[in-house]
């Protein structure tokens, strides 16, 4: 079930093409803006690195379903499918704020009045296949785990990752952040 960072690399690249949800970007483009975003902001390489691969999932989901578009009508729980393909790949600090990423969104409407208002149509309409917004215990328990802030930086970039035609650097710019994170080649 592992996955290698050459196996990575082509899932990205070969899946890539799918749409981004609703949105009017590729999976590619809305992975390359959020990690942009991250290594801007002067994020760790860990962050990056989770920034770049937080929706791997849902380009799992799609090779694993021979989909070529993520439908919004269920949950796919996208957070959580490429886990286990990269746990032997990668240290918490990757993994962590990609498990998490979701549950950000969910803490941060909670926390943050004009955070949902922000949100895109998608997102919101996701949002409660997601669970809905958090209710002051689960942030609480939410945020006290580790790379938690993390994550919800990372939720950050996600959502502003999705801007039709920016141009960013493209995948072999992150070269040098997979070597670095990768606990294995
Ligand atoms: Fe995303």
């Known amino acids: 079930?592992?996955?290698?960072l050459p196996e990575v690399l082509t899932l990205l690249q070969r899946r890539g093409q799918n749409q981004y949800g609703m949105e009017a970007i590729n999976q590619l483009e809305h992975a390359l803006q959020c990690a942009d975003l991250a290594e801007k902001a002067g994020e760790t390489?860990?962050?990056?690195?989770?920034?770049?691969?937080?929706d791997l999932g849902h380009?799992?989901?799609?090779?694993?379903d021979?989909?070529?578009?993520h439908t919004t009508e269920h949950d796919d729980l996208h957070q959580y499918i490429a886990l286990p393909f990269?746990?032997?790949l990668f240290p918490d600090a990757v993994l962590e704020p990609i498990r998490m990423h979701?549950?950000?969104?969910?803490?941060?409407?909670?926390?943050?009045?004009?955070?949902?208002?922000d949100l895109s149509p998608a997102s919101k309409h996701s949002l409660e296949q997601q669970g809905g917004v958090f209710s002051e215990a689960e942030a609480?328990?939410?945020?006290?785990?580790?790379?938690?802030?993390e994550a919800v930086r990372l939720r950050r970039y996600d959502d502003l990752a999705k801007v039709p035609a920016k141009v960013v650097p493209d995948l072999?710019?992150?070269?040098?952040?997979?070597?670095?994170?990768?606990l294995t080649a």
């Open 66 to 69: 021979g989909s070529k578009e």
């Open 59 to 64: 380009l799992l989901a799609a090779e694993r």
């Open 140 to 149: 609480e328990a939410f945020i006290s785990q580790p790379f938690a802030t």
């Open 45 to 54: 390489p860990e962050t990056v690195v989770a920034s770049l691969l937080h």
């Open 1 to 4: 079930m592992s996955l290698t």
């Open 86 to 88: 990269i746990r032997n």
């Open 102 to 117: 979701v549950d950000a969104k969910r803490y941060l409407c909670l926390i943050d009045p004009g955070y949902w208002a």
């Open 172 to 182: 072999s710019h992150y070269n040098a952040h997979l070597q670095q994170v990768a």
